[in-house]
């Protein structure tokens, strides 16, 4: 069974950082399409990052110049480093897993709050 574990979340002041990890107990996780979304109270869930297989990065506009989205295969891990973090980041983040005709997968959240 695909697990996939998050950490790094936590309480952050307005303009500090953080740093998600996240890591997957699947075979060839370097085929894997990799991402980060994120779901803040009362809102629908919105993709942050993504990082496919083959290295393309994208990011929402949102996040833009402040977050970065890495992966270390050999580790079977994806990060997301946050920088200047907003009271709007507030939100429980997700990393996810998807390779087409395998299937996707979720981990169990972890929330990162940014509050003075």
């Known amino acids: 069974q695909v697990q996939l574990v998050e950490s790094g979340g936590g309480l952050v002041q307005p303009g500090g950082s953080l740093r998600l990890s996240c890591t997957a107990s699947?075979?060839?996780?370097?085929?894997?399409?990799t991402r980060w979304y994120r779901q803040g109270p009362g809102e629908q869930r919105e993709l942050v990052a993504t990082i496919t297989s083959s290295g393309g990065i994208t990011y929402a506009t949102s996040v833009k110049d402040r977050f970065t989205i890495s992966r270390d295969d050999a580790k079977n891990t994806i990060y997301l480093q946050m920088n200047n973090l907003k009271p709007e980041d507030t939100a429980v983040y997700y990393c996810?897993?998807?390779?087409?005709?395998?299937?996707?997968?979720w981990g169990q959240g972890t929330q990162v709050t940014v509050s003075s």
């Open positions: 996810h897993l998807f390779r087409l005709g395998i299937g996707n997968y």
């Open positions: 699947v075979n060839n996780f370097s085929r894997y399409n």
